[in-house]
């Protein structure tokens, strides 16, 4: 699509440059040819209309004709024609317009000594004719002016949210805030800009989980563009709380908004391989309708992590909630070329993934607050979840469905080492074929056939030792 | 006795353990506009010098804006002001060799 895009592109450039180029060349010399027919075209105005002409001011010798001659008798010196203003003019009868010839003007003129320099008139480009660079300019000063206030308030969000659950954390972890540039570790107790519109914390040095990584995914404010998308399709900010935990039974669980389940489902490995398509309604659990639940080991699993008090505050704060994923085979999204297989089983991981919603109005630090029970939920989890203990028969169904997928990798993986080998051992045999075809020695080239031709043996041999061993199995 | 068991204290090792953070590898397919924008603008940019087309200097200026304003902290700075550099150097080569304003196709 990339290239598809950068081809297009190109052809549209190509074909304005070629129309640009005539127009830009019109546009350049267009005043001077206009001048250029203008004043080609006056002596022949000049002779077509005749109503308009004016007395001409020059000699013209002609053949007289016998009246004129008879009345200018006494004058012999010069010729000169007289204009009768008798409503008919002589020249329409005499006067071919094709054997006057301007040219012949110029040198009576310059012999009259009269020089006309002709007024070029300067092209003078006021600024009002740069109305589009003006245009442009405008519109770069609104996209700069946009992104200093679009970064500001997604800077005061991140910074509201931080300011409102730094306590809590400090209290939960004793690493809040790292840089990774520091080699000390050091609680910096701020987030990580990662981009104006990405904000990200790691807490680590708690009991049961390795760390917490919080990360605020906000509109994209500082871009004009994403901002009337926005207004367009209407999206919210995000807070992702990803945990990564020590030690959890098998089980992958997962609940939201129904179309964000969807999504995992569709878009998650672990998900898509062991919970299946059926979607729970979480109107059990007092739920609205717009809540799904989908689990790996249904009942059980579900009853043990939505206990009483995580529904309550889940209940209390539904429309907060995007999605919450448990998941000891977490290995991240699918991979997007379907065809390609991976060549090594994916490494999985213990993680509680809780995505919530930050509506849009909020933006101070009151209500950021209203966040903070469901950051201290997640927290709880990872005690919960680390403590949680499967009964035996539901432990035994994970551990097989997990070995299946072992297994179903492993054959998957088999096939294509099968094929990676077989076409090692044809690469092999064509170099083999091609050494010997290029060998000049014909002793070399004769021992090399006959290595050729006794391996190729070798291979019938066994396929058929292979067939027969098959045949006396089956028998 | 007193400093013993502050000595005990201090060698208590800790039930957990405090991890550093690693961040990920951002790949390009996370959030590509970045990208995309810097080779749109290198591509105009290159148009409007080569061929004297003074629309593509200025979408040259747009895209670097747009790749700017989607920058991540963690990439070099400096392919965007190099992207920056040479939108602004088209815009004013092209006005150097045509002074003339731009003119709209309407």
Redesign the interface.
Known sequence: MRWWSIALLLCLLAYHHGAAGDHEKDDEFAEFEQEFDDSMQKPKVATEKSDEREKPNIAIPKNPSPSEFEDDDNDDDDAVVEVEDDGKDEFDEDWDPEEFDPAEETPQRAAAGELKIAKVPYRHNSWTNYYVEIVIGVLISIYLVNFLIGSSKNNSIASSWLQTHLEFLKDQFELVGDDPTNQKTASTHQMIKESEHTYILWCSGRQCCEGMLVQLKLLKRQDIISNIVNRLTPGNDQLQISIHLEHMDPFVFCMGQKRSVIALQKNMTDVSLFCGDKLRSGEKFGFSPSIAILSELAGEVVTSVLDTKVAKVLREHEHLIDSIHISDQFSGPKLVDQEEVPVKEPDTTKVINITLNIPTEWNGAESMENLLPLVKLSVYLVDKITRLRLSKESKLRADRHRQEMHLRFLKQTHAQRQEAAQLKREEKDRQMKDRMMNEEDPEKQRRLDEIIQRRELNKKNKRMMKGRQYKVKSM | MEGTSKLQEVEKP??????????KPESA?DDAIPE?MN??GM?FSM?GLM?K?KW?S?CA??CA??SF??????EDNKQVWSSFMLSISSVVMTYLQ???????PW
């Open positions: 800790k039930p957990y353990k405090v991890n550093r953070y690693e961040p397919l995309y080779l749109f591509v148009c061929l087309i593509c200025w200026i747009f804006l747009i304003a989607h920058s991540r902290s963690s045509n002074p003339a304003p731009l003119i709209t």
